[in-house]
């Protein structure tokens, strides 16, 4: 770089420090170029083939293997999760029938407790009824004869008041028919 | 560095020198350049690997399952080369992945770094392109020889032709082949020197108050562009090894 005025540092630079023509047909070069072009490329070879390369090829295969066997595993989890459902889905299945079949069970106790509760209140009451219906009867029956006595009774006083005389037993006959009657 | 033009106190006009950014010169002293004195090319060679190491080395070495960001791009580095060995060249080209590795890696640092103001660009010179691709040349001939022996010159024989047109196709194969080197390093050195020429010349224009502007924008799309072609020539380069190895390893049309 340091071309002093008037001197020609070699046939490709002028003294000014340009370039005459072009510098890469400039032979003085070359061989320089070549030789740190060779050493460069050694040296870029050896880091590459012995260091870079089959690193980065490792780390590739690395992470193919991992995302393979998570993928495995995550297949692995999905079936799993199917089978889960398809158990969950089973047990609720198996549950709701057997809820139903509970309820119908329950529903025919029930029903037959009831059907047995009310032939029991059935028959409770027709006992009852008879019991009133006798004790109904009774009541008339007695009531009747009240009336009957009550009437005889009466009518011998009507009889007596009047003047008449009449013995019990016409009397009685009398009102017994009439009131038959 | 090379890439800073040197003003010439004795012309008044516009003045610049586009081609000075490609000026091999000694970083120690001043001196002749002997094959093994310590250069510009030296150290932004050395700065490749430097960047190599950090992205490829230092990036990876955590070796996480889920990457950071320089482990990913490392990865991604190493996915995109490899697939393109596998897809371009077949899966018998696989062992020679980690030599495409090599190149493309340092083309593609080498061409970004040659990116950075007032850098030198490697790849910029033909001396260094020509060497890859002639070590490209001639590792595809021998591999191709030593695969198929003889069997190896059907590549030139294209049998799928009508007998009457072979022997011409034959001989337009066997140009296109030994053009190959010299085509597959003049792409990469001259992309990389016509961009980084541009950008310079537009730099230039840059003094110019009334145009300054416009060299400013033109320094940026410039920029983006050769962004792209950094990458782009790496990659072809990459490519064009793989189509050769293929050849070499599958000679039959």
Known sequence: MAASTDQVVSKCIDGYGSAIGMPQLCGDWMANQVFWLVVTLVVIFIILSRIALPRIAEVLADRQSTITSYLATSEELKS?????ERSYVQALNDARSEASRLLDASKAEMKKELQSAISKADAEISVKVSESEASIAEIRKNALSSI??????????????????????????????KMKG | MAGTAQPSEKSDGLVFHPMDQFIVEPLFGSGPIYWYTVTNVTLWMGLSVVALVLLMLVGTSKRALVPGRAQSVGELAYGFVHKMVEDVAGRDAVPYFPYIMTLFMFIVLSNFLGLLPMSFTTTSHI???????????????VIGFVKNGVGFF?????????????????????????????????????????????IKVFAAFAGVALISPLSVVAITAMYA?????????????????????????????
């Open chain 2, 154 to 198: 059907s590549l030139f024989w294209i049998s799928s032709a009508p007998l009457a047109l072979r022997p011409a196709l034959t001989l337009i194969e066997i140009i296109s082949y030994f053009v190959r080197p010299v085509s597959h390093s003049i792409r990469l050195a001259g992309n990389m020197m016509a961009g980084h020429a541009v």
């Open chain 2, 225 to 253: 562009l050769e962004t792209l072609v950094s990458f782009i020539q790496a990659y072809v380069f990459a490519i064009l090894t793989c189509v050769y190895l293929k050849d070499a390893l599958h000679p039959h049309h």
């Open chain 2, 127 to 141: 001396a260094v392109t020509a060497v890859m691709a002639i070590g490209v040349f001639l590792a595809v001939t």
């Open chain 1, 80 to 84: 799993k999760a199917e089978e889960a």
């Open chain 1, 148 to 177: 009957e006595k009550v009437a005889k009774d009466t009518a011998k006083e009507i009889v007596s008041a009047l003047g008449a005389k009449a013995d019990a037993k016409t009397i009685s006959t009398a009102v017994s028919s």
